[in-house]
């Protein structure tokens, strides 16, 4: 992600907040909002807080090779849903399922110590649809040797 540093107010906003350059830039980016149709996997959750994050990805030869995300949230959730969706794509399936808050935070730099519930919703939604999608793979498989 390029390093641009814009001068609006919701950027003067949030970094007065406590949020990274980084971070801004990633709620502020658009190309992993959204819904990839006919994907391959979808699993959506809502945090202890009442932010919502649903997650697409298509999946080819065990790899994620595209992925989207919509929030419905805070700043904090969208900047985590999506860099965790910037982190995931391209990446194996056991890949995906060792990123962890550790590899988020340190994508989005600085966050404000309150939306550490953000970070962590976004990465059990990543969590649970790659075990969704094994869990299903799996079944289908059992039933093609049946």
Same mark, same amino acid.
């Given at each position: 992600? &390029?390093?641009?540093?814009? *001068?609006?107010?919701?950027?003067?906003? /949030?970094?007065?907040?406590?949020?990274?350059?980084?971070?801004?830039?990633?709620?502020?980016?658009?190309?992993?909002?959204?819904?990839?149709?006919?994907?391959?996997? *979808?699993?959506?959750?809502?945090?202890? $807080?009442?932010?919502?994050?649903?997650?697409?990805?298509?999946?080819?030869?065990?790899?994620?090779?595209?992925?989207?995300?919509?929030?419905?949230? $805070?700043?904090?959730?969208?900047?985590?849903? $999506?860099?965790?969706?910037?982190?995931?794509?391209?990446? *194996?399936?056991?890949?995906?399922?060792?990123?962890?808050?550790?590899?988020?935070?340190?994508?989005? &730099?600085?966050?404000?110590?309150?939306?550490?519930? $953000?970070?962590? /919703?976004?990465?059990?939604? /990543?969590?649970?649809? /790659?075990?969704?999608?094994? &869990?299903? *793979?799996?079944?289908?498989?059992?039933?093609?040797?049946?």
């Amino acid at each position: 992600m &390029e390093k641009q540093k814009p *001068t609006d107010d919701v950027y003067q906003m /949030l970094s007065e907040s406590g949020y990274s350059d980084r971070a801004i830039q990633y709620f502020q980016k658009v190309e992993n909002i959204g819904v990839i149709e006919a994907a391959d996997q *979808t699993w959506d959750l809502t945090g202890p $807080c009442g932010d919502t994050m649903k997650i697409s990805m298509n999946i080819e030869d065990n790899r994620i090779s595209d992925a989207k995300i919509q929030v419905l949230g $805070c700043p904090g959730a969208v900047a985590s849903g $999506c860099a965790v969706v910037d982190l995931a794509k391209g990446k *194996t399936l056991e890949e995906a399922k060792n990123i962890d808050l550790e590899a988020l935070y340190k994508e989005l &730099e600085k966050m404000p110590d309150q939306k550490i519930h $953000c970070a962590r /919703l976004a990465i059990k939604t /990543l969590h649970k649809a /790659l075990e969704q999608y094994q &869990e299903k *793979t799996v079944e289908i498989q059992e039933r093609g040797q049946r």
